[in-house]
């Protein structure tokens, strides 16, 4: 048994989007639930958030965005930069605490202190742009994370991995010319497809290029052919690549039962992702695999998914 630390701070619960939106506290909600009900939490290492440096941030986000955005909250705006962005006067608090719990997480996997973990934060993260909120994400946590040990580790090689089913279009731009950073993305596409972005020929820039694969899929191919493109496409990368450390952008948003996608994956072909993520982060990372909660809006699928999910990265 690993020893695993859960990231959740009911403090992520105040940024409130209103009615009608699929991006709920009572999405973090199901996940403790969940997790609550594997009886997993007397096993995992309970940990808190807290206020990230603005200096870290600062490294994917430029500082008139921080700031236009922190003035929007402060102003009581309800949206920012697009509708989808729903948000109240706690939100930038509450992004805060999601990159600075996140950051606190990584220092304790470096440290030694914990195996690997998992991020149960909000607001998500890997649609936010250098410049740009989009798709419910205001920082790019995931983003932020990479950045953070580069700098503060001097982490040399590191592959992100992200399975929800939109693509992440804020990582990818953000590392598309830096060869240190593998970015993966297996996401649904055509229909339901925001942002729009991750077609497969776009595979990064410059001394970047070739260090970007998406994957995208067609709609109701199911779990055969993400374990198809999984095996074929990203674990040849880790072989050949060796990344010191694996973040995952964990969007369980492809699930049959959840109403933002129709690729139809099941909840045991969640599992058997993770499964290869931590069986790869074993044989490559010293055990180092990092997730961060993206989306997931099935409140209903939501426990079981996070259940398995934290029971995989204790017991592989």
Same mark, same amino acid.
């Given at each position: 048994?690993?020893?695993?630390?859960?990231?959740?701070?009911?403090?992520?619960?105040?940024?409130? =989007?209103?009615?009608?939106?699929? %991006?709920?506290?009572?999405? &973090?909600?199901?996940?403790?639930?969940?997790?609550?009900?594997?009886?997993?939490?007397?096993?995992?290492?309970?940990?808190?958030?807290?206020?990230?440096?603005?200096?870290?941030?600062?490294?994917?986000?430029?500082?008139?965005?921080?700031?236009?955005?922190?003035?929007?909250?402060?102003?009581?705006?309800? =949206?920012?930069?697009?509708?989808?962005?729903?948000? $109240? $006067?706690?939100?930038?608090?509450?992004?805060? &605490?999601?990159?600075?719990?996140?950051?606190?997480?990584?220092?304790?996997? +470096?440290?030694?202190?914990?195996?690997?973990?998992? $991020?149960?934060?909000? !607001?998500?993260?890997?649609?936010? %742009?250098?410049?740009?909120?989009?798709?419910?994400?205001?920082?790019?946590?995931?983003?932020?994370? *990479?950045?953070? @040990?580069? /700098?503060?580790?001097?982490?040399?090689?590191?592959?992100?991995?992200?399975?929800?089913?939109?693509?992440?279009?804020?990582?990818?731009?953000?590392? %598309?010319?830096?060869?240190?950073?593998?970015?993966?993305?297996?996401?649904?596409?055509?229909?339901? *497809? #925001?942002?729009?972005?991750?077609?497969?020929?776009?595979?990064?820039?410059?001394?970047?290029?070739?260090?970007?694969?998406?994957? !995208?899929?067609?709609?109701?191919?199911?779990?055969?052919?993400?374990?198809?493109?999984?095996?074929?496409?990203? &674990?040849?990368? @880790?072989? =050949?690549?060796? !990344?010191?450390?694996?973040?995952?952008?964990?969007?369980?948003?492809?699930?049959?039962?959840?109403?933002?996608?129709?690729?139809?994956?099941?909840?045991? $072909?969640?599992?058997? /992702?993770?499964?290869? +993520?931590?069986?790869?982060?074993?044989?490559?990372?010293?055990?180092?695999? /990092?997730?961060?909660? %993206?989306?997931? #809006?099935? @409140?209903?699928? @939501?426990?079981?998914?996070?259940?398995?999910?934290?029971? /995989?990265?204790?017991?592989?």
């Amino acid at each position: 048994m690993k020893k695993t630390g859960f990231l959740y701070d009911e403090r992520y619960l105040l940024h409130d =989007t209103g009615p009608y939106h699929p %991006e709920v506290p009572e999405r &973090l909600k199901a996940v403790y639930k969940g997790i609550k009900e594997a009886e997993l939490l007397p096993k995992i290492v309970r940990l808190k958030a807290g206020r990230a440096d603005q200096k870290w941030i600062e490294t994917v986000h430029d500082k008139e965005y921080i700031n236009r955005f922190e003035r929007a909250c402060l102003s009581g705006r309800s =949206t920012f930069d697009c509708p989808d962005n729903q948000m $109240c $006067c706690e939100t930038y608090e509450t992004a805060l &605490l999601a990159v600075g719990g996140v950051i606190d997480t990584v220092q304790q996997v +470096m440290k030694g202190d914990i195996d690997n973990a998992f $991020c149960a934060v909000r !607001p998500p993260g890997h649609h936010a %742009e250098q410049n740009r909120a989009m798709g419910f994400c205001y920082f790019n946590n995931i983003a932020i994370a *990479a950045r953070y @040990l580069q /700098i503060e580790w001097d982490i040399k090689k590191i592959v992100i991995v992200d399975f929800d089913v939109h693509h992440g279009n804020g990582t990818q731009h953000i590392f %598309e010319k830096d060869p240190s950073v593998f970015y993966y993305s297996i996401h649904q596409h055509p229909s339901f *497809a #925001y942002p729009g972005t991750g077609r497969d020929f776009e595979q990064g820039s410059d001394a970047g290029f070739g260090f970007t694969k998406n994957s !995208p899929v067609l709609p109701g191919k199911g779990d055969e052919e993400y374990q198809n493109r999984i095996e074929m496409e990203l &674990l040849p990368v @880790l072989e =050949t690549f060796i !990344p010191e450390v694996i973040l995952v952008s964990a969007g369980f948003d492809a699930h049959i039962d959840d109403q933002m996608s129709n690729i139809n994956l099941s909840t045991e $072909c969640f599992s058997w /992702i993770m499964k290869k +993520m931590v069986k790869m982060a074993d044989i490559y990372a010293n055990g180092r695999v /990092i997730s961060i909660l %993206e989306g997931g #809006y099935s @409140l209903k699928q @939501l426990p079981e998914l996070a259940g398995n999910h934290v029971n /995989i990265l204790l017991n592989g």
